[in-house]
């Protein structure tokens, strides 16, 4: 937008009329009024309309209604644009601070009536707490102001054009503006006024800003063992308002304080005996109020010190683990629109899955979600509203980051941060940004933070060297690299640094401040980045990116709901699929994932140690108890305990534990175990909650342990045979009857297959292209693991049968597997046989010399079609009962599982991989409430178990599909006996699957017993 046309669209100052300082989001007992609702509404494609609009008698009977707050694009059933999604680039050239003509322009109004109390404030303020990207505002026809910054909050002195009666407020907000070029942040672009718009009358004689520094002093300190109960807290207080407004009072009701200041300038601290401390785990808050004759302002206060010493991150005297995830403000419907009851809950559940940090990627929230982070209990890096990644794509020519120009904008955005957010205990870092590059206008605002807020440390990943922040972090370092990074033992240069640089950086604490990216099916490695920490004290942890999927609710062709990402609102460029990148899908439902990550980070460790764990039941054994909490004790916990023969329960109690102080561990002694002759023997210990919480019930599990108690048990070997002679294949054995060789009809039921599967509908790691840093050696830097098997063709392997064979009670098969265009293959001999009265299938796969990469499976599919019932569920001995992969299993424990053929999967936002439960022991396949079939899985020669799928639709199907709904109905389920899979890895956006958990090229032995149901 040219200059002439309008001067703000393209000026990278904060904007004008805005009150300063900015100042803390209180809650005050002042006269105020929502202007949220029904407000007239105006779209139109340029910024250069007249703007007669803003006129006091402008007739707008003729403009639609649209609700406020809200975001335009999700208004209207498309009538007003659509959302678009780009995770580095941005959506319109790049060339700063213009922006297109183009440029969807919304115009607002609304009537309002201010109370004729009011004529008695001293100013009438009117505040913003969040516009995308820049707007302008006018009161009764005269402009007052206008502000960028779209998830900061903007205050006007309003009291000249006000009065009392009828107003009329308008509103004109641009879609683009200087500032989208600071704030590319990886989410949907969303404008419009989103979050709330109030008016307040502000009192003479009222308060202006309060800000209550709380420390915490301990006791009776003992290394990291500290007696909370004798802690004393330390309170300064600073409070703006006029002299008039003096004197005010600090009220502690609780803790018996009443503090009179006379006059302004009295921020000495004072001390407060007998107050227990602040933490993400027991978040202790006190009801204070500072008042005047004019004015009262609630405040919940925690009382915490923060400090770093040396290379460890503490609060109040203990080293700090973040448990962390990354989280946008995301909701299908409502896009950032702030909903109290769901974003609760959002909380509520990170608690109930262990995550106890949270870093506000890449914005402050609404202010109101701290308020529930002080109450429920979180570690928050608080994080400016600020990222320029798209300048990446120019070799950051021209980043806003160093150029003068632009200081005042960093500026503005970092104090409003710090301002309207600094009452927060949970608040224990401030981040400057994300993936802004680097430069003098980033270390200008550290020097601001460093010099407003001694007391809390200043992060931001892109200071590589250490220049001016206070923390060492990055992003989606791999496992070896972090190790280094905590070992520090070959003191060597770090990333992007000089040996001096690497040194400066080495004597800080490590934050992961995104690691483990679970997009889709994925992450792996949770585990290992978890030893690292436990091992290395200088490592304090990390956030996942992300927290939730950011599906926008929309409706197919057909009218079927969806979650839409990038490029399904015919985005002009856009990063597809990359916006689901979540723990925690679209609508609620918890991923496999989060359940890895909570068993991962569970604050509660269990070791078992035998003590003469005999099978006839009479050695009992201990158990290690292991306090991972930062702050509580164990006394919250009950610890209960099951035994089960093959997953049936038969036994239960509970373990006494004593009280367990943070840090600290004890032993006790196992109960007796019934061990079963012929049946698997397991012990599972739970760590529950022993009473309701904010967050969770009584009952609540938040750790669990399991031990394996089963007397050894011997395989029946392989019968051999030498019988051998050439058939035709036309036979029946046991169960099971055989055209040419092929299998035709099992328990009476039509069947295909089995047929070798060495294909996966490729997880968003599969598709993800390699680095070629720190991967596997059958990794091509550039190219995606998926890219290499379709090359390779795995999804379309054809089979040429060799031989058929038969003995006296057996079939034996042979086939060379392999694909168009492809010179290598598999041998698959198939072995049918009658074993103790029972029907058994081995498998031997071998493959030839040649393959170059890795594998995603090895298994064998057989196609169930409907016939008069179709296979729709499923009970199993093994692992579960969600899914389970190789570097995904510490959320699996072993037992008996039901579940429908549809609960079996996940329904991920692009169709991939998904539903595999490794380790099977037993399967029974049902149809509604009849039982259909029944296998059982038998251990290969290294005593390798297989694990299984049960799908309704074939891998190539799943591949095939960007969306759910373009599945379609089946009415064949799917079966496949994996007898290996690949693991899920992190390469979206970090690390290769690690090489132990990669699945080469490969010989492996499948063996089954199947049988009808009674």
Same mark, same amino acid.
């Given at each position: 937008?040219? +200059?002439?046309?309008?001067?703000?669209?393209?000026d990278f100052s904060p904007g004008r009329g805005a009150l300063r300082p900015a100042r803390s989001w209180l809650h005050s007992d002042a006269p105020s009024l929502s202007l949220n609702g029904p407000?007239?509404?105006?779209?139109?494609?340029?910024?250069?309309?007249?703007?007669?609009?803003?006129?006091?008698?402008?007739?707008?009977?003729?403009?639609?209604?649209?609700?406020?707050?809200?975001?335009?694009?999700?208004?209207?059933?498309?009538?007003?644009?659509?959302?678009?999604?780009?995770?580095?680039?941005?959506?319109?050239?790049?060339?700063?601070?213009?922006?297109?003509?183009?440029?969807?322009?919304?115009?607002?109004?609304?009537?309002?009536?201010?109370?004729?109390?009011?004529?008695?404030?001293?100013?009438?303020?009117?505040?913003?707490?969040?516009?995308?990207?820049?707007?302008?505002?006018?009161?009764?026809?005269?402009?007052?102001?206008?502000?960028?910054?779209?998830?900061?909050?903007?205050?006007?002195?309003?009291?000249?054009?006000?009065?009392?009666?009828?107003?009329?407020?308008?509103?004109?907000?641009?879609?683009?503006?200087?500032?989208?070029?600071?704030?590319?942040?990886?989410?949907?672009?969303?404008?419009?006024?989103?979050?709330?718009? +109030?008016?307040?009358?502000?009192?003479?004689?009222?308060?202006?800003?309060?800000?209550?520094?709380?420390?915490?002093?301990?006791?009776?300190?003992?290394?990291?063992?500290?007696?909370?109960?004798?802690?004393?807290?330390?309170?300064?207080?600073?409070?703006?308002?006029?002299?008039?407004?003096?004197?005010?009072?600090?009220?502690?009701?609780?803790?018996?304080?009443?503090?009179?200041?006379?006059?302004?300038?009295?921020?000495?601290?004072?001390?407060?005996?007998?107050?227990?401390?602040?933490?993400?785990?027991?978040?202790?808050?006190?009801?204070?109020?500072?008042?005047?004759?004019?004015?009262?302002?609630?405040?919940?206060?925690?009382?915490?010190?923060?400090?770093?010493?040396?290379?460890?991150?503490?609060?109040?005297?203990?080293?700090?683990?973040?448990?962390?995830?990354?989280?946008?403000?995301?909701?299908?419907?409502?896009?950032?629109?702030?909903?109290?009851?769901?974003?609760?809950?959002?909380?509520?559940?990170?608690?109930?899955? #262990?995550?106890?940090?949270?870093?506000?990627?890449?914005?402050?929230?609404?202010?109101?979600?701290?308020?529930?982070?002080?109450?429920?209990?979180?570690?928050?890096?608080?994080?400016?509203?600020?990222?320029?990644?798209?300048?990446?794509?120019?070799?950051?020519?021209?980043?806003?980051?160093?150029?003068?120009?632009?200081?005042?904008?960093?500026?503005?955005?970092?104090?409003?941060?710090?301002?309207?957010?600094?009452?927060?205990?949970?608040?224990?870092?401030?981040?400057?940004?994300?993936?802004?590059?680097?430069?003098?206008?980033?270390?200008?605002?550290?020097?601001?933070?460093?010099?407003?807020?001694?007391?809390?440390?200043?992060?931001?990943?892109?200071?590589?060297?250490?220049?001016?922040?206070?923390?060492?972090?990055?992003?989606?370092?791999?496992?070896?690299?972090?190790?280094?990074?905590?070992?520090?033992?070959?003191?060597?240069?770090?990333? #992007?640094?000089?040996?001096?640089?690497?040194?400066?950086?080495?004597?800080?604490?490590? =934050?992961?401040?995104?690691?483990?990216?679970?997009?889709?099916?994925?992450?792996?490695?949770?585990?290992?980045?978890?030893?690292?920490?436990?091992?290395?004290?200088?490592?304090?942890?990390?956030?996942?990116?992300?927290?939730?999927?950011?599906?926008?609710?929309?409706?197919?062709?057909?009218?079927?709901?969806?979650?839409?990402?990038?490029?399904?609102?015919?985005?002009?460029?856009?990063?597809?699929?990359?916006?689901?990148?979540?723990?925690?899908?679209?609508?609620?439902?918890?991923?496999?994932?989060?359940?890895?990550?909570?068993?991962?980070?569970?604050?509660?460790?269990?070791?078992?140690?035998?003590?003469?764990?005999?099978?006839?039941?009479?050695?009992?054994?201990?158990?290690?108890? +292991?306090?991972?909490?930062?702050?509580?004790?164990?006394?919250?916990?009950?610890?209960?305990?099951?035994?089960?023969?093959?997953?049936?329960?038969?036994?239960?109690?509970?373990?006494?534990?004593?009280?367990?102080?943070?840090?600290?561990?004890?032993?006790?002694?196992?109960?007796?175990?019934?061990?079963?002759?012929?049946?698997?023997?397991?012990?599972?210990?739970?760590?529950?909650?022993?009473?309701?919480?904010?967050?969770?019930?009584?009952?609540?599990?938040?750790?669990?342990?399991?031990?394996?108690?089963?007397?050894?048990?011997?395989?029946?070997?392989?019968?051999?045979?030498?019988?051998?002679?050439?058939?035709?294949?036309?036979?029946?054995?046991?169960?099971?009857?055989?055209?040419?060789?092929?299998?035709?009809?099992?328990?009476?039921?039509?069947?295909?297959?089995?047929? =070798?599967?060495?294909?996966?509908?490729?997880?968003?790691?599969?598709?993800?292209?390699?680095?070629?840093?720190?991967?596997?050696?059958?990794?091509?830097?550039?190219?995606? #693991?998926?890219?290499?098997?379709?090359?390779?063709?795995?999804?379309?392997?054809?089979?040429?049968?060799?031989?058929?064979?038969?003995?006296?009670?057996?079939?034996?098969?042979?086939?060379?597997?392999?694909?168009?265009?492809?010179?290598?293959?598999?041998?698959?001999?198939?072995?049918?046989?009658?074993?103790?009265?029972?029907?058994?299938?081995?498998?031997?796969?071998?493959?030839?010399?040649?393959?170059?990469?890795?594998?995603?499976?090895?298994?064998?599919?057989?196609?169930?079609?409907?016939?008069?019932?179709?296979?729709?569920?499923?009970?199993?001995?093994?692992?579960?009962? =969600?899914?389970?992969?190789?570097?995904?299993?510490?959320?699996?424990?072993?037992?008996?599982?039901?579940?429908?053929?549809?609960?079996?999967?996940?329904?991920?936002?692009?169709?991939?991989?998904?539903?595999?439960?490794?380790?099977?022991?037993?399967?029974?396949?049902?149809?509604?409430?009849?039982?259909?079939?029944?296998?059982?899985?038998?251990?290969?020669?290294?005593?390798?178990?297989?694990?299984?799928?049960?799908?309704?639709?074939?891998?190539?199907?799943?591949?095939?599909?960007?969306?759910?709904?373009?599945?379609?109905?089946?009415?064949?389920?799917?079966?496949?006996?994996?007898?290996?899979?690949?693991?899920?890895?992190?390469?979206?956006?970090?690390?290769?699957?690690?090489?132990?958990?990669?699945?080469?090229?490969?010989?492996?032995?499948?063996?089954?017993?199947?049988?009808?149901?009674?």
């Amino acid at each position: 937008m040219s +200059t002439e046309l309008s001067p703000h669209v393209s000026d990278f100052s904060p904007g004008r009329g805005a009150l300063r300082p900015a100042r803390s989001w209180l809650h005050s007992d002042a006269p105020s009024l929502s202007l949220n609702g029904p407000w007239r509404f105006r779209l139109s494609p340029t910024a250069s309309g007249p703007e007669d609009f803003a006129a006091d008698g402008f007739d707008d009977h003729g403009w639609d209604s649209i609700s406020v707050p809200s975001h335009w694009v999700l208004e209207g059933d498309g009538a007003y644009g659509r959302p678009i999604y780009t995770n580095i680039q941005f959506p319109f050239p790049i060339d700063p601070p213009h922006v297109p003509d183009e440029n969807p322009t919304g115009d607002y109004r609304r009537y309002f009536e201010v109370p004729a109390g009011w004529s008695d404030a001293e100013r009438v303020v009117l505040r913003f707490d969040g516009v995308e990207s820049l707007f302008r505002v006018w009161v009764n026809g005269t402009e007052v102001g206008s502000a960028s910054g779209s998830r900061l909050a903007h205050e006007f002195d309003v009291t000249s054009a006000v009065r009392t009666g009828d107003n009329v407020i308008a509103v004109r907000v641009h879609q683009w503006s200087a500032a989208s070029y600071v704030e590319d942040q990886d989410q949907w672009w969303l404008p419009g006024i989103f979050r709330d718009v +109030t008016l307040t009358a502000r009192p003479v004689g009222g308060i202006e800003d309060v800000w209550l520094r709380t420390g915490f002093e301990q006791g009776v300190p003992q290394g990291f063992e500290q007696d909370f109960a004798q802690g004393s807290g330390l309170v300064e207080a600073e409070i703006t308002a006029d002299a008039a407004a003096f004197p005010v009072t600090l009220r502690i009701p609780e803790l018996g304080v009443e503090r009179v200041w006379a006059a302004p300038g009295d921020v000495a601290p004072f001390d407060v005996p007998g107050v227990e401390p602040w933490s993400a785990e027991v978040p202790r808050l006190y009801d204070a109020t500072v008042s005047t004759a004019a004015e009262s302002v609630a405040l919940r206060v925690g009382f915490r010190t923060v400090e770093i010493r040396g290379d460890r991150f503490l609060v109040n005297g203990r080293r700090v683990v973040f448990h962390g995830v990354n989280r946008h403000e995301a909701h299908p419907e409502r896009g950032r629109v702030f909903d109290e009851e769901h974003a609760r809950e959002d909380l509520a559940r990170m608690k109930r899955f #262990n995550v106890n940090a949270i870093r506000t990627s890449h914005y402050p929230p609404h202010p109101r979600l701290l308020d529930l982070a002080d109450e429920l209990g979180f570690w928050v890096v608080l994080e400016c509203d600020l990222e320029t990644h798209g300048f990446e794509k120019l070799d950051w020519v021209g980043n806003p980051s160093d150029d003068p120009a632009w200081r005042e904008a960093y500026l503005d955005r970092i104090r409003r941060t710090v301002e309207r957010d600094k009452n927060h205990p949970s608040i224990v870092i401030w981040s400057l940004g994300n993936e802004a590059g680097t430069g003098g206008n980033l270390a200008a605002m550290s020097s601001w933070v460093h010099a407003r807020d001694p007391e809390r440390p200043v992060h931001y990943e892109g200071d590589y060297t250490g220049e001016y922040t206070d923390v060492y972090s990055r992003m989606y370092a791999s496992v070896p690299e972090t190790e280094r990074i905590g070992s520090d033992s070959a003191r060597s240069t770090l990333l #992007n640094c000089t040996p001096a640089q690497s040194a400066r950086q080495r004597g800080k604490p490590f =934050l992961l401040c995104e690691y483990a990216h679970a997009m889709g099916n994925g992450p792996g490695a949770f585990d290992q980045y978890e030893a690292l920490v436990r091992r290395y004290p200088r490592l304090h942890g990390g956030f996942v990116w992300e927290w939730r999927d950011h599906g926008i609710l929309t409706t197919a062709p057909d009218g079927t709901p969806y979650h839409a990402y990038g490029g399904d609102f015919g985005e002009v460029v856009h990063d597809g699929n990359f916006v689901m990148d979540g723990m925690l899908l679209s609508d609620d439902v918890p991923t496999p994932s989060l359940h890895e990550f909570k068993a991962v980070v569970a604050p509660v460790e269990f070791t078992f140690e035998s003590g003469g764990d005999s099978a006839d039941g009479d050695g009992h054994g201990e158990v290690g108890v +292991t306090n991972l909490r930062h702050t509580a004790d164990t006394s919250d916990l009950r610890f209960r305990w099951r035994v089960e023969h093959d997953g049936t329960p038969v036994a239960s109690g509970e373990l006494e534990v004593p009280a367990i102080a943070a840090g600290g561990s004890g032993r006790v002694s196992l109960p007796a175990v019934a061990v079963a002759p012929d049946a698997e023997t397991w012990l599972t210990i739970d760590a529950v909650l022993a009473a309701p919480t904010a967050w969770a019930p009584a009952d609540h599990v938040l750790a669990t342990a399991q031990l394996d108690r089963s007397a050894p048990r011997r395989v029946s070997a392989v019968r051999s045979r030498a019988d051998w002679r050439p058939g035709g294949g036309d036979l029946s054995l046991g169960i099971a009857e055989f055209t040419g060789g092929s299998l035709t009809r099992l328990a009476g039921r039509e069947v295909g297959g089995p047929r =070798l599967e060495l294909f996966r509908a490729p997880t968003d790691n599969d598709e993800s292209p390699s680095d070629g840093v720190e991967e596997s050696d059958a990794s091509i830097a550039g190219v995606s #693991n998926a890219e290499l098997w379709r090359r390779d063709g795995l999804d379309r392997l054809t089979t040429r049968r060799v031989r058929v064979e038969h003995s006296a009670d057996a079939l034996r098969t042979v086939d060379k597997v392999s694909s168009a265009n492809s010179g290598s293959w598999v041998m698959v001999e198939s072995v049918w046989s009658v074993e103790d009265g029972a029907l058994e299938l081995r498998v031997e796969i071998e493959p030839s010399r040649g393959w170059r990469t890795v594998w995603p499976r090895i298994g064998i599919r057989f196609d169930l079609p409907d016939g008069t019932a179709a296979v729709d569920g499923a009970d199993w001995f093994g692992l579960g009962p =969600l899914e389970s992969y190789p570097d995904s299993l510490r959320a699996a424990r072993t037992g008996r599982f039901t579940a429908t053929v549809d609960d079996l999967s996940v329904d991920y936002a692009r169709p991939q991989e998904t539903g595999h439960r490794a380790e099977l022991r037993r399967l029974t396949l049902a149809s509604g409430d009849s039982e259909v079939l029944r296998i059982e899985a038998l251990p290969d020669t290294r005593g390798r178990r297989p694990g299984f799928t049960l799908s309704r639709h074939t891998p190539q199907e799943i591949a095939s599909a960007r969306h759910p709904f373009e599945l379609g109905e089946s009415t064949t389920s799917h079966l496949i006996i994996d007898a290996a899979q690949h693991g899920l890895g992190s390469r979206s956006c970090g690390p290769d699957v690690w090489p132990e958990f990669a699945l080469r090229p490969e010989a492996r032995t499948i063996r089954l017993r199947l049988s009808a149901t009674d």
